[in-house]
Nanobody, 122 residues
Framework: QVQLVESGGGLVQAGGSLRLSCAASGSIAIMEFMNWYHQAPGKQRELIATLNFNDGSTNYADSVKGRFTISREGDKNTVYLEAGGLKLEDTGVYYC???????????????WGQGIQVAVSA
């Protein structure tokens, strides 16, 4: 199994930046991609960034495109989400989940634990 631990949240002013980290351990070789999700207060969780480990490709939700960057350090051990140009609506909890495709569909690793709290102030 894969264990994922998020870190790096906090309070930041609008327009500022943060770097969120997702440290992976365990059977990390089986992961094919890493996702970052954002859940704003009172709203549904949204997939905002994906990094494909096989080809290095990335995908972003329109809400963060051009402002956030997903990257990795090492061989999948740590994945970062560089969040820049932060807006009030970026406030919320951020989660990372790794995963892979299986014949039964997408398998996600990690859990919807506490995540990381980010608060953007005016």
């Amino acid at each position: 199994q894969v264990q994922l631990v998020e870190s790096g949240g906090g309070l930041v002013q609008a327009g500022g930046s943060l770097r969120l980290s997702c440290a992976a351990s365990g059977s990390i070789a089986i992961m094919e991609f890493m996702n970052w999700y954002h859940q704003a207060p009172g709203k549904q969780r949204e997939l905002i960034a994906t990094l494909n480990f096989n080809d290095g490709s990335t995908n972003y939700a329109d809400s963060v495109k051009g402002r956030f960057t997903i990257s990795r350090e090492g061989d999948k051990n740590t994945v970062y989400l560089e969040a820049g140009g932060l807006k009030l609506e970026d406030t919320g909890v951020y989660y990372c989940r790794g995963g892979r495709a299986t014949e039964w569909g997408t398998q996600l690793f990690g859990s919807w634990g506490q995540g990381i709290q980010v608060a953007v102030s005016a």
